[in-house]
């Protein structure tokens, strides 16, 4: 046995390890977080308790938002005190995407991940949008009733759909028990497979790739990218650090490698070489926009990708101004932002000081991203899973990889979900983290 051989044999045996001090160190850090939470909902309810009665909302502007992903909802929060907010989506809860992979090896990670969408001060409309107007959208529930919202503002979240089945919840998954049983379905398929091919040296493929061999050491597991370099978007350290891990656990990496054709339990490379497995997982590429709704009713506001065209505003091309886009579904050109949750949310953050100071009167709108980052390029925040009990994450430039990368995603993916329930101590955490990026990114 070589060096390099005996050394990740090493670490492959301090993975039990790892994952005990993983755990009880998100463990109890989430205990305190919950404490400060609770402590924190007393507080404000005691607060609304003794708050003068309000004289009346009737000057509220109605904001719909479409879409409630981390963008969707992060608007929501900005905008609840000072519009009437109605979420639509066509399902009735949150499920915080960047963590889903994992529920292939934990389905019972998903109530973890995933909650109802909140209620307390906004509107819920359940079902998918199918025109847009001037000044109301038209939603179709899942009763095959057309609804007809009326809006000042309209904000548009809509996301992506990703190619690798079932990251993406789908408009026959409108419940949490339905899309559990999806999930459930999709762990069970892989854990009765001996073999797995993963296309896409992305972070998402590399993810997935990382979950199977952390989980099930024994099947056999293959990597293809088309590139020389696993996660070639983001710095070199990364994909280095990603590449080693796989291979000390058994992974067969294969790169320069262009699939050419994906079949059910095969892919054909471009040399036509073919490769079986029981599960092919195709992982490449983008998101494709779910803009279907905008092919009739705004078809000048779409590139030929199908992304919403936005201006430095997020005003979405060729609407009144009253119109914002945000997250997956838009382009802003010249932008050279990763498609991250992370940016998600920054763009609503802008969107949504937009909104509001449309409403107030305002003659200036903020432009993105300075107007969340206070710069002119948003800074690159990302994580990408090796296991339960490792991982590399990234902040620009610096890359810092191993158990407190796992701890660190672990508690962002607490706040962030805790955050979307509308719960104090994820609402804090979230804005502290944007105003330190700011601050950050501002010296």
């Known amino acids: 046995m070589g060096v390099s051989a005996l050394i990740g044999e090493l670490d492959r045996r301090l993975d039990p390890v790892r994952l005990l001090l993983v ?10 977080l919950q404490l400060l939470d609770a402590t924190a909902a007393a507080a404000i309810r005691i607060k609304r308790a003794y708050a003068p009665e309000s004289k009346g909302d009737q000057r509220r502007s109605t904001l719909v938002i479409v879409g409630a992903g981390l963008s969707g909802l992060r608007a929501q929060r900005e905008c609840s005190d000072e519009c009437h907010v109605t979420l639509v989506d066509r399902k009735e809860y949150f499920e915080y995407t960047p963590g889903c992979l994992r529920l292939f090896v934990d389905p019972a990670h998903f109530s973890n991940l995933a909650k109802p969408l909140p209620r307390h001060r906004n509107g819920l409309v359940v079902g998918s949008l199918t025109s847009i107007g001037s000044n109301a959208i038209t939603v179709r529930d899942h009763g095959g009733v057309d609804v007809l919202i009326s809006y000042d503002y309209l904000m548009l979240a809509t996301g992506g759909t990703y190619g690798c089945e079932p990251i993406t919840p789908t408009a026959a998954q409108p419940t949490l028990d339905a899309r559990r049983a999806v999930w459930e379905s999709a762990a069970e398929k892989l854990r009765n497979a001996r073999s797995v091919i993963v296309i896409g ?18 099947k056999l597991v293959t990597l293809l990218t088309a590139d020389d370099e696993l996660c070639s978007s983001l710095p070199m350290q ?28 095969s892919v054909e490379l471009a040399d036509s070489s073919i490769l079986s497995a029981d599960i092919v997982y195709p992982c490449m590429g983008a998101s494709a926009p779910c803009t279907s709704a905008l092919r009739t009713s705004l078809p000048q506001s779409l590139d030929e990708r199908g992304r919403i065209l936005v201006d430095k505003s997020l ?13 997956d579904a838009m382009t802003l050109p010249g932008c050279s932002d990763l498609k991250l949750g992370h940016t998600a949310e920054l763009n609503a953050e802008v969107a949504a000081q937009n909104v509001l100071r449309s409403n107030s009167g305002a003659e200036r709108l903020e432009v993105y991203p300075y107007g969340a980052v206070g710069a002119d390029i948003a800074p690159r925040v990302f994580a990408v899973s090796l296991g339960e009990a490792g991982g590399v994450l990234a902040f620009n430039g610096i ?4 158990m407190l990368a796992a701890v660190v995603k672990r508690l962002i993916e607490w706040t962030k979900v ?11 955490t979230v804005s502290y983290t944007h105003l330190r990026a700011h601050e950050t990114d501002s010296y």
């Open 238 to 265: 990364v994909g280095a650090v990603c590449a080693s891990w796989l291979r000390s656990r058994g992974a067969r990496l294969i790169f320069n490698s262009r699939v050419t054709r994906i079949n059910a339990k």
């Open 315 to 327: 005003r979405v091309h060729g609407t009144s101004g009253r119109v914002f886009a945000m997250g």
């Open 23 to 32: 755990r009880a160190t998100c463990a109890l850090i989430i205990q305190i």
């Open 399 to 402: 890359v810092v990889s191993g």
């Open 201 to 218: 040296g992305g972070p998402v493929g590399v993810e997935l790739a990382a979950e199977i061999v952390y989980a099930y050491p024994h």
């Open 418 to 428: 805790a955050a979307c329930e509308e719960r104090p101590i994820g609402i804090h």
